[in-house]
């Protein structure tokens, strides 16, 4: 990567971190309803992956997507007002907070149906080897999604038909409050890809650039050979959505993660090798400040969906509806 | 006019849609190289190839959640699940995928996706393998449920829900696959959404669809005989609803008799008397009757199982009834 490309890798990290600390103090305001999932924590995968895929490539990811969705290029006014229920919001306010899309920007969403999303990779995968085109497709989930079968049924037909899919595990320890090891048979993730014949590694994920080479050398493989599995291992600072009580881990494990925070890592690295200067981060860091606020503002002044903006969407074509 | 059998009306619609639009394909249990295991798509193979005409694992959440993934970037995938009791298996992907990704992303990609599913009983497969569960699919709103009743429409209204942007649960009656009837000889649809009348009559209106519409025609030639003249509205389209034929007809017959294959209890005849009440209630001169299986799990012993399943005469005497 380019310095510019490493500065703006850096801006949208701090960015997802900045946006959704704003989003949990809307929810406690009670502007955002429903569930709220933060990916703090954790924006070195979504940044590191997305950061080495082309254009033709999907993203497709679960319900922690707010930072996938800003990875891929989604703006933070959209993202924010999603989150406020608004009409200007990426889903038109029909989504909320686990049901984000930019298909402008080749992100499928935001599924929250633990699993459902990776036969969605499965067939998007095969709609471009069906129209012979070089698009990758790139799924990310949790470690609590290796455990259902859709995860088993979606590698196997992706391995069966040679599928240009890179899977993205995230597995941050815990799937809500139960710990790999006390729902997975398996605790090394990457091994069940291997038990369907799909290539698999695994890596650290809160060091960006680790992610990055990584994600790199699995979506040209996936290009060029068919599917292939990265278990990316992380650690989400915050409960699992909000409200989380969090009886299942100590203050001093959370603690000594946050010791390997993503962005002072990759902060340090880009003044280490004189990519940036704490001046110049300063400056990065007070524009995220800027841009957030303005994507509150944004969403706090749009409008509602209407009622049929809601009826417009069931059916493209014209039924009576009663 | 050219008579064919549902299968091969089925099969045409298939074959002809293929034909016409590179972007859709077949996947499923068996559609290829066997051919359907109720060699529905027969040939297939061998003229489309094995791109466009998927064998996949015995996995329907993967079936329908790759025809979705698919479907939402811009292929027209038919899913075929060998039995719409399987469709069980696929639930999460119908109910909370194919029937809400439109409306919850905001409207801004289509799933034009269509699911194939045969159901009915009266083969002796047991409890698992011969449901009709039919108004289950067609409680949620953003899914179409298509279920006809002759081949026209058969094929028609399979042109049509490939050709949909909409998805499309499509289900087929696996004793009818055999069951002939006219087809016009030029390309042709049917409109989804829109019920029919099959049988024009004055003393009571009759509302079917799918296999029951040949049970009920039947019948409707046997009380004609007696000098009883029954109008038969195939609603052909479960949702969205049609009810306009219905209520038209029942403002001139008064009476309504619904008829089922599938249970009584929450089915599609309590909608449809439901909205006879709501919509018609000052034209009622009689009980509004259902005719449908009766509440048990279908057992495999023949006597059993059609003891247990809607039969003309069951509906014979219900028109009398409402008489």
């Known amino acids: ?322 | 006019m050219a008579i064919i059998t549902m299968r091969e009306a089925i099969s045409q619609a298939l074959w002809e849609e293929m034909e016409r639009d590179e972007r859709v394909f077949i996947l499923g249990e068996e559609v290829g190289v066997w051919g359907g295991t109720y060699a529905v798509t027969k040939g297939f193979f061998d003229h489309f190839g094995e791109k466009r005409v998927r064998d996949t694992p015995i996995a329907e959440n993967v079936i329908v959640g790759a025809a979705n993934g698919a479907a939402m970037v811009g292929l027209r995938p038919i899913a075929e699940l060998m039995t719409i009791n399987f469709a069980f298996s696929a639930m999460d992907q119908i109910i909370n995928q194919s029937a809400k990704l439109r409306t919850m992303f905001g409207g801004q990609f289509t799933v034009p996706v269509v699911i194939r599913a045969v159901g009915g009983g009266g083969r002796q497969l047991g409890a698992t393998h011969s449901q009709t569960p039919d108004a289950v699919f067609a409680h949620f709103p953003g899914l179409i449920v298509v279920a006809p009743g002759t081949p026209q429409d058969a094929k028609g209204l399979l042109k049509s829900a490939i050709r949909s942007d909409d998805p499309v649960l499509f289900i087929e009656n696996a004793t009818l696959y055999q069951m002939r009837g006219e087809v016009p000889e030029d390309e042709y649809l049917e409109p989804i959404g829109v019920s029919k009348v099959q049988r024009t009559g004055s003393d009571v209106t009759l509302v079917t669809y799918s296999k029951m519409l040949q049970l009920s025609m039947q019948a409707a030639d046997k009380l004609s005989e007696e000098g009883i003249e029954v109008e038969i509205v195939d609603l052909r389209t479960l949702r969205p609803l049609d009810m306009s034929p219905v209520i038209a007809s029942f403002k001139r017959t008064n009476r309504a008799v619904i008829v089922e294959e599938g249970w009584r209890s929450y089915g599609v005849g309590s909608e449809i008397a439901a909205r006879l009440y709501e919509e018609a209630f000052d034209y009622i001169d009689a009980p509004i009757r259902r005719v449908a299986q009766k509440e048990v799990p279908l057992p495999y012993n023949r006597e059993l199982e059609q003891m247990a399943l809607p039969q003309v005469a069951d509906i014979i005497r219900t028109v009398k009834e409402v008489l």
């Open chain 1, 1 to 322: 990567m380019q310095k510019k490309e490493l500065i703006a890798l850096y801006h949208e990290m701090v960015l997802i971190r900045r946006l959704e600390e704003r989003a949990a103090e809307l929810y406690q305001e009670g502007k955002i309803g429903g569930f709220l999932h933060l990916y703090i924590g954790q924006e070195a995968v979504g940044s590191g992956v997305i950061a080495a895929r082309k254009p033709q490539d999907r993203v497709i990811t679960a319900y922690r997507d707010h930072g996938i969705a800003l990875a891929c290029g989604v703006s933070a006014k959209e993202v924010m007002a999603e989150l406020l229920g608004k009409k200007t919001g990426t889903s038109l306010g029909f989504g909320g907070s686990m049901h984000m899309a930019d298909v402008e920007k080749n992100y499928w969403g935001g599924h929250a149906i633990v699993g459902s999303h990776l036969p969605f990779a499965s067939g998007m995968a095969l709609a471009d080897q069906y129209r012979d085109e070089d698009g990758v497709t790139l799924c990310f989930f949790g470690d609590g999604a290796t455990n259902i079968g859709y995860f088993h049924e979606a590698l196997n037909l992706a391995g069966v038909w040679d599928l240009p899919v890179v899977w993205i595990c995230e597995n941050n320890q815990y799937g809500m409050g139960t710990a790999v090891g006390r729902a997975s048979a398996v605790e090394e993730i990457y091994k069940k890809a291997e038990a369907y014949d799909t290539r698999a590694m695994r890596v650290e994920g809160m060091d960006v650039m680790q992610v990055y080479e990584a994600a790199n050398e699995a979506i040209e493989y996936a290009r060029k050979e068919g599917p292939f599995f990265l278990e990316v291992l992380t650690y989400r600072f915050q409960g699992h959505s909000m409200g989380d009580p969090e009886r299942y881990r100590t203050k001093e494990e959370v603690g000594k993660w946050q010791e390997n925070d993503p962005i002072g890592i990759f902060r340090n690295y880009l003044l280490e090798n004189k990519v940036a200067n704490e001046k110049s981060l300063n400056a990065e860091e007070f524009s995220v400040e800027e841009e957030v606020q303005e994507a509150v503002e944004f969403a706090e002044a749009s409008p509602g969906p209407e009622w049929q903006d809601l009826i417009d969407t069931i059916y493209v074509d014209e039924y009576r509806m009663d």
